[in-house]
């Protein structure tokens, strides 16, 4: 079992930056697939990207592709999202989790999840 924990959400300005952490606890093994997730107010669960753990590849939504960077540091067993040019639609709950099965942008394949950081993002 992986023990998942966000930090680093805060409020933030339209176009600046803000990087979130999830750190591990549990084995991540090698072939794992870690994805970050956001949630807003009143709307469903949505993918915001995700990455092997091993090979550190990536893949993003097209809302965010372009601004958001995914990263991981295996020694430290952390994952980053590192978010800039930030819009006020990119407020929300942020959650990290792990995969389990399916399609990679369905909250639905993942099993393991952090409890979730706000990020605020006024204009």
């Known amino acids: 079992q992986v023990q998942l924990e966000e930090s680093g959400g805060g409020l933030a300005q339209a176009g600046g930056s803000l990087r979130l952490s999830c750190a591990a606890t549990?084995?991540?093994?090698?072939?794992?697939?870690l994805g970050w997730f956001r949630q807003a107010p009143g709307k469903e669960r949505e993918f915001v990207g995700y990455?092997?753990?091993?090979?550190?590849?990536?893949s993003y939504a097209d809302s965010v592709k372009g601004r958001f960077t995914i990263s991981r540091d295996n020694a430290k067993n952390t994952l980053y999202l590192q978010m800039n040019s930030l819009k006020p639609e990119d407020t929300a709950v942020y959650y990290c989790?792990?995969?389990?099965?399916?399609?990679?942008?369905?909250?639905?394949?993942?099993?393991?999840w952090g409890q979730g950081t706000q990020v605020t993002v006024s204009s």
């Open positions: 989790a792990t995969y389990y099965s399916g399609s990679y942008r369905d909250p639905r394949a993942y099993i393991y």
């Open positions: 549990g084995r991540i093994f090698s072939n794992e697939v």
């Open positions: 990455i092997t753990w091993f090979f550190g590849s990536t």
